[in-house]
């Protein structure tokens, strides 16, 4: 793979460009970056920088950029070429059809996260009715994307988010006013370390990456995303024994508990939460077949 300081941006100049000729070449330079989707990404850059959606970017198909625009994408590419996330170029990242703000203090919510969400749905169904009035806890919130997620399904439903970070938490919040869902409160603390149940559910998308495979991991998570969302202690269990050792006193009787994991990691998370007396279900796979959800419920 070429470096990315290898493949020239667009800059503003002599030569006049429309959209269209910006939009192909800036393809081709990001495909030969190596960056796994060169041409939904050249869209949404260009986009970010011309404020245009994308209706009204085809729309500008023919038009010629002046020199402004041109600058302005030419600055927005050279940190997509340096491996910078597009989530984090534009500030928003769309999760459950949610809109979320990020930034550089949460994690980009990932598709395969809806995973959590899903499972989670499937288990108030069999337990209960969505109008009941339940309590969700979300550990280690990030920008708030699983808790807003089911919000947003469970419409009688009151979440507790918390987070280490501040910065994330006050990420949360903001996403929470700018999407109506005010059934929420945030807590700066370790997981579950300063919560009081008792919660019907319980999720959690938590530090998973052992410690020393996170250098290995690609630029757009190891240089961007926050080590404190990453790094889950020396073989990345750390705060899945946490969560373990706190759930069965926060769960109210039959409540539910679901965790994200990384992939290999669910025969040793279902056994963590087994010894805390829970009772884990068969792990379910996200759309690339890993298994991605595990969900425990508490007896009555």
């Known amino acids: 793979m070429p470096p990315a300081a290898a493949a020239p941006a667009p800059s503003g100049g002599a030569t006049a460009h429309t959209v269209a000729e910006t939009r192909r070449t800036l393809t081709a330079q990001f495909c030969a970056a190596g960056i796994d989707s060169p041409e939904l990404d050249a869209r949404l850059v260009i986009g970010h920088a011309l404020d245009l959606d994308h209706a009204a970017l085809a729309a500008s198909a023919a038009r010629v950029l002046g020199s402004a625009e041109d600058s302005a994408i030419a600055a927005l590419a050279r940190r997509r070429l340096a491996h910078e996330p597009v989530a984090r170029i534009v500030g928003s990242k769309e999760f459950w059809s949610l809109n979320l703000h990020v930034d550089a203090a949460t994690l980009v919510p990932r598709p395969e996260t809806e995973t959590v969400v899903e499972a989670a749905l499937a288990a108030i169904d069999a337990c209960w009715a969505r109008t009941r009035a339940l309590r969700i806890a979300d550990l280690g919130t990030g920008s708030g994307a699983i808790l807003l997620a089911l919000l947003s399904e469970l419409h009688n439903a009151f979440g507790v988010g918390s987070d280490l970070s501040p910065r994330a938490l006050a990420v949360a919040r903001d996403n929470a006013r700018r999407l109506g869902l005010s059934r929420a409160a945030y807590v700066a603390c370790d997981m579950a370390a300063a919560l009081r149940g008792p919660f ?3 999720v959690s998308n938590p530090p998973y ?3 020393d495979d996170i250098a290995g991991l690609p630029p757009e998570v190891r240089l961007f995303d926050p080590r404190l969302a990453l790094d889950g202690g020396t073989d990345g269990l750390d705060s899945y024994r946490a969560i373990a050792a706190s759930a069965p006193a926060l769960l109210a009787p039959n409540g539910v508990i679901v ?7 669910a025969e040793a998370v279902a056994g963590l939460l087994e010894a805390a ?5 068969p792990p379910q796979p996200d759309l690339s077949g890993v298994l991605r959800a ?3 419920k508490k007896g009555p």
């Not at 965790?259 to 990691?265: D, I, S, T």
């Open 200 to 202: 019907d559910l319980i």
């Open 209 to 211: 990456i052992s410690s």
């Open 259 to 265: 965790v994200e994991l990384g992939a290999g990691q």
């Open 277 to 281: 007396g829970l009772a884990p279900s």
């Open 294 to 296: 595990l969900v425990a």
